[in-house]
């Protein structure tokens, strides 16, 4: 009775120490709906905090490096508006929620904010009545360069750019005319870097802001100190010159693979081309003088005749008119024509009855100036222009199935590498005239490829794919992990039917029923929800077995046990 009383006192003890505590497994036990509702209910809370957790506001990039003037103007406009913001990079970027970026972008923008470091034509929308010319002017250029400033920061690779203008001074004298001038310093984000056409166009975006401002008088220089307005030299080599022979030559590969291809696969052929191109520039002026080659071809340029008369003038008479006035014939002289039988009589009495008259002479000159045959050609040979291809051209060798039905490789003729040769000459517009060349080898290709294949995790397809599915996939693995490892172990050990309470006696903390209840019951190193559920159909030899094991593991419990039957049988 001692020790019944000690047991019953410890166990007491223990119960009223443990108090609701202790008595809510049992409670839960007797009570499998209000087991459930309350597991149903703590997966649907745990279930809940992750969906929260990983529904967190996502937070993107407002603005970054805002000065401390814009910073508080803008902070106090999100909390007039109530919106979350958050610091990064040690309070260097503002960060709002992901949905409201753009549109918080542009309420703030009507406002005016952020102003930035940089004043723009703002400032002259404050000034004073009474404010000086110089003023005037010195307000005028600052918002000039803060206005220039914000546009060379608009760019992707600049993060901050800041002006210095040196405004041409007019004067009404030629020689003291001094040109504007610009000088841009620029600071880019980490690891950015600009590119020639990107320097060149704030260069000309600059000149173009300012009056009387050439691209030449623009100086950059970047935050370590180096010139990005540097002039070529006049004997360097222009880029550009090297990225246009690099496009002729790869249109001229892929005409040659794409006429190709489709006989023998893309995969089976491959070219490359040499193109030789003349970049220099030349004017050429030519004047050729030909000769005539018939008179009458020959075209006359001018024409001049000169008549002129000397003679008597009274010799002049007659019916006045054109006849009257030309000039008698030549008269033949008296020495070469012969004279009559009876004119010998007649001259001597001419002779000494009047005196001899003076000859008549008749003058005519004609100038006749022809054309000389003259072509005058000015040709300018633009740069650019090929002077000679030279195409290389490999095509591996034609799968065919032999007799046996099995693949192999075939060698093509040579009336086919003719075929292919004369394809790839038309594609590539051959001339011999100026030298091109054109090779075609036939030759197996090997089946391992120089590059490495893609891993399959990096297939874009595959990625894709797993972005879609992963967030349910993972919903799904929570799930399940949180029915395996909280609920199912819950359930399981607050619902299981009380075995032994019937024969437990009433001061012990023990559930006594059947053979396989006490066991289970008094086993101290072993859990209930640790044992698998015995099987009811169990036969009678078995649970007498198992009873004769525990009494002998537990002598004491079986003694205490049949104690209180006996007690209660009393």
Do not use: C
Request: hydrophobic content about 40%.
């Amino acid at each position: 009775m001692s020790e019944e009383t000690r047991v019953n006192g410890e166990n007491s003890g223990g119960a009223d120490a443990g108090g609701p505590l202790q008595r809510l497994p049992a409670l839960l036990r007797a009570n499998q709906p209000l087991a459930l509702l309350i597991a149903g209910a703590a997966l649907v809370a745990v279930v809940t905090a992750l969906f929260l957790w990983t529904r967190a506001p996502d937070y993107r990039v407002l603005f970054s490096n805002l000065s401390e003037a814009d910073g508080g103007r803008i902070i106090s406009e999100l909390d007039t508006r109530q919106v979350p913001y958050q610091f990064s990079q040690g309070g260097q970027a503002l960060l709002v929620p992901a949905d409201q970026v753009h549109s918080l972008r542009l309420q703030l923008a009507e406002q005016g904010l952020p102003r930035g470091g940089n004043v723009g034509f703002e400032l002259m929308d404050t000034q004073a009545f009474g404010i000086s010319q110089f003023a005037e002017q010195v307000n005028f250029q600052r918002s000039l360069e803060g206005e220039l400033s914000r546009s060379i920061e608009s760019l992707g690779a600049v993060e901050e750019a800041r002006v210095h203008l040196a405004m041409a001074r007019p004067s009404v004298f030629v020689r003291e005319r001094e040109p504007a001038k610009a000088s841009v310093v620029l600071t880019l984000f980490g690891g950015r870097s600009l590119s020639e056409e990107q320097v060149s166009a704030i260069r000309h975006l600059v000149a173009s802001s300012v009056p009387e401002l050439s691209a030449d008088e623009v100086t950059i220089v970047d935050q370590r100190g180096q010139m990005l307005s540097q002039d070529p030299k006049p004997n360097d080599l222009d880029a550009t010159l090297l990225i246009y022979r690099d496009e002729v030559e790869r249109a001229y590969q892929r005409r040659i693979e794409n006429i190709l291809a489709p006989i023998f696969g893309r995969d089976r052929v491959r070219a490359q081309v040499s193109a030789q191109i003349d970049f220099s520039q030349r004017e050429e002026t030519s004047e050729r003088f030909a000769p005539n080659q018939a008179p009458n071809e020959a075209a006359v340029r001018s024409r001049q005749s000169n008549l002129s008369y000397n003679g008597d003038e009274e010799s002049a008479g007659g019916i006045p008119g054109a006849l009257s006035n030309s000039p008698p014939g030549v008269a033949g002289s008296p020495i070469e024509l012969p004279l009559p039988d009876d004119a010998d009589a007649d001259q001597a009495n001419d002779e000494d009855a009047a005196p001899p008259k003076e000859p008549i002479s008749l003058e005519r000159d004609d100038v006749v100036n022809f054309e000389v045959d003259r072509s005058v050609a000015h040709v300018r040979k633009e740069r650019g222009i090929i002077e000679r291809v030279s195409a290389a051209v490999v095509v591996d060798y034609r799968i065919e199935r032999n007799d046996a039905g099995e693949l192999e490789s075939v060698a093509l003729s040579a009336e086919e590498l003719e075929q292919v040769a004369s394809l790839a000459r038309q594609a590539i517009g051959f001339s011999a005239e100026r030298g091109d060349s054109i090779e075609v080898v036939n030759s197996p290709f090997s089946r391992f490829d120089a590059e490495a294949d893609m891993a399959w995790w990096q297939d874009p397809e595959l990625i894709k794919v797993m972005t879609l599915i992963g967030e349910p996939l993972m919903w799904f693995i929570v799930l399940l992990f949180g029915y395996l490892l909280v609920l199912r172990p819950f359930i399981k050990h607050h619902t299981r039917p009380p075995e032994l309470a019937a024969a437990t006696p009433e001061g012990l903390n023990v559930e006594v029923g059947d053979e396989e209840g006490a066991e289970g019951a008094f086993e101290d190193d072993e859990e209930p929800y640790q044992r698998p559920r015995r099987n009811k159909a169990l036969g009678y030899q078995q649970k007498l077995a198992e009873l004769r094991q525990t009494a002998r593991e537990n002598p004491h419990i079986v003694a205490l046990i049949v104690r209180n039957w006996l007690k209660n049988e009393q």
